[in-house]
């Protein structure tokens, strides 16, 4: 038996293969469809200056945009917001900005904001913002050399310049918070919420 009771699948307006993953290991039908927003843009222009509020707010506008384009359907909305001592860090540049990246965040404890949100028809459904504190261990400049080198482009796809998921690991001594939150989908909440409206079977 079918876990998702809709007869048309979710979209999840992100390209990013982990949020995929994610829902896909969940066994919830899905299609990926991302969002033709400009983020820095609308995080600007939002006036907000806290990143679980930024965090929550992308992850509205992306549902919004991509549910005004696809009537009828339930739409997900995610993003993930980075604070380390009152500095918002967004995805590195390339190699020179995630070494800086991870200059700010050695030694230190940062937390991860990560939002979501439903749309259906331009509607919001449910938002939620879940916080992960995760604390870098001292990095040498060999080692943020030897982890530029073997994380390669990875090193740029991700807020602070590292995937837990992956090589990132090494770069922690201390984590603190939901697995998921940490990639990027709190999806405890989401399935609950999907849950509490009759859209799940189990």
């Keep these: 038996m079918a ?3 809709e007869s048309e699948p979710l979209i999840l307006a992100s390209q990013s293969r982990v949020r ?3 829902l896909a290991n969940a066994g919830l039908p899905f299609e990926p469809m991302p969002a ?3 983020e820095r843009s609308v995080q600007r222009s939002s006036g907000l200056a806290a990143a679980d509020e930024i965090a929550v707010r992308l992850a509205c506008e992306k549902a919004r945009e991509v549910s005004l384009r ?3 359907r339930y739409v997900i909305g995610a993003d993930q917001t980075l604070e380390c001592d009152g500095r918002l860090l967004n995805k590195p540049a390339g190699r020179t900005d995630a070494g800086a990246h991870l200059r700010a965040l ?3 404890t ?10 259906r028809d331009g509607r919001l459904l449910f938002e939620n913002v879940s916080v992960a504190r995760m604390t870098m261990r001292e990095l040498s400049e060999d080692t943020i050399r030897v ?6 482009d990875g090193a740029s796809t991700s807020v602070g310049a590292y995937q837990l998921e992956g090589l990132g690991i090494h770069l922690f001594s201390r984590i603190e918070g939901d697995h998921f939150t940490i990639l990027g989908l709190p999806l405890l909440p989401l399935l609950a919420y999907l849950r509490s409206q009759g859209l799940l079977s189990l």
Excluded at 110 to 115: D, K, T
Excluded at 147 to 152: F, I, P, Q
């Design 3 to 5: 876990i998702w009771r």
């Design 20 to 22: 995929q993953l994610l």
């Design 36 to 38: 033709a927003i400009d």
């Design 70 to 72: 696809s009537p009828g």
């Design 106 to 108: 050695s030694g230190r």
């Design 110 to 119: 940062h937390a991860l904001h990560a939002g979501v949100a439903i749309m």
């Design 147 to 152: 982890y530029l080198d073997a994380a390669g």
